[in-house]
């Protein structure tokens, strides 16, 4: 009788650290689904900031490639006055 007794006692415990494991698991699995959600949302946010980067670089690359383009047509027309300016002397 008193080896039935200890072995309830034994399964008691047993059983009170299955639940509490159990909880435990729970808790982890909330973390672990609450890091994934926050994981892709930084992923999701870096990629929008990439895109945002890859723009700025282009819009960058396109304004100096604007530039370039004045600076050409403000150089052709100083070019084509200073060609007038020298017909003018030899005529």
């Known amino acids: 009788m008193e080896s ?3 072995l309830a006692k034994k399964l008691d415990l047993l059983l009170k650290k299955y639940a509490a494991l159990e909880a435990e698991n729970k808790r ?3 973390t ?3 890091q994934s959600r926050s994981v892709e949302s930084l992923t999701k946010k870096l990629n929008s ?3 945002g980067m ?3 670089n282009l ?7 604007e530039e370039k ?3 050409r047509r403000q150089l052709d027309s100083v ?5 007038k300016i020298l017909n003018t002397l030899n005529d």
Do not use: F, P
């Open 28 to 30: 982890l699995r909330e």
């Open 59 to 65: 819009g960058a690359t396109s304004a100096n490639e």
């Open 69 to 71: 383009d004045n600076m």
């Open 79 to 83: 070019i084509t006055e200073i060609d």
């Open 32 to 34: 672990v689904s609450e």
């Open 49 to 51: 900031l990439e895109q």
């Open 4 to 6: 039935l007794d200890q």
């Open 54 to 56: 890859v723009s700025v």
